[in-house]
């Protein structure tokens, strides 16, 4: 069973125990999601080691086996041959953009305070995430990288796998892929008896 956070309004709900509902191949992608690899093909240590760092302030959440399954993600998502949806013109690829801007990350920080951003303290590092999402990391280490949408991607890429993970579904009462079987109650306010019921605080 999945350890559920105290931060769920649906603290005995577990989205797995419907998994005999999904098909198989649906099956078999939401399990994988609980057993994310930490054997990269894009990332290097170093900088999995920044993401790591970085999701968890975006997520504020702690919790290994999601951020593991973040970094899974982003890694899978940079390595992968399919291009991208859309880039606005002129700006790099999403492998260099995130590549190039982790790199001018971890400088910033050492020339700042002269330690790495993963040593840094939480409230150090969220300010310098807070800079970056306002293009205001204003040194020689930015000229070549867009902050705001060095940002913007980081958080895309960490909130589409942080709110694709089943443990997460559980806390927000979602109940997961409905196929085959359906949604039969579908007017606002009526739940399926297999949906996330409110339960009292």
């Avoid at 590549?99 to 590092?125: H, P």
């Avoid at 705001?148 to 979602?174: C, D, M, N, Q």
């Amino acid at each position: 069973m999945i350890k559920l956070s105290k931060r769920s309004h649906y603290p005995t709900y577990d989205v797995m125990k419907e998994k005999d509902e999904w098909d198989n191949h649906t099956q078999q992608i939401v399990s994988n999601r609980l057993h994310p690899t930490t054997s990269y093909s894009f990332l290097t240590q170093e900088e999995s080691t920044i993401l790591q760092t970085i999701c968890k302030q975006l997520t504020g959440d702690e919790r290994e086996s999601l951020i593991l399954y973040i970094l899974d993600h982003i890694d899978q998502t940079l390595s992968s041959p399919i291009g991208e949806g859309q880039r606005k013109v002129g700006m790099p690829k999403a492998k260099e953009l995130i590549r190039l801007g982790l790199e001018a990350l971890e400088q910033t920080s050492q020339e700042k305070y002269q330690i790495s951003f993963v040593q840094l303290d939480k409230k150090t590092q969220l300010l310098l995430l807070n800079q970056l999402s306002n293009e205001q990391a204003l040194t020689s280490k930015w000229n070549f990288v867009p902050q705001r949408e060095l940002f913007k991607k980081l958080l895309t890429l960490t909130l589409e796998a942080y709110y694709s993970h089943p443990l997460v579904w559980s806390e927000i009462g979602y109940g997961g892929p409905a196929y085959p079987r359906g949604y039969v109650r579908t007017q606002l306010g009526q739940l399926d008896p297999w949906e996330a019921q409110p339960e009292d605080e």
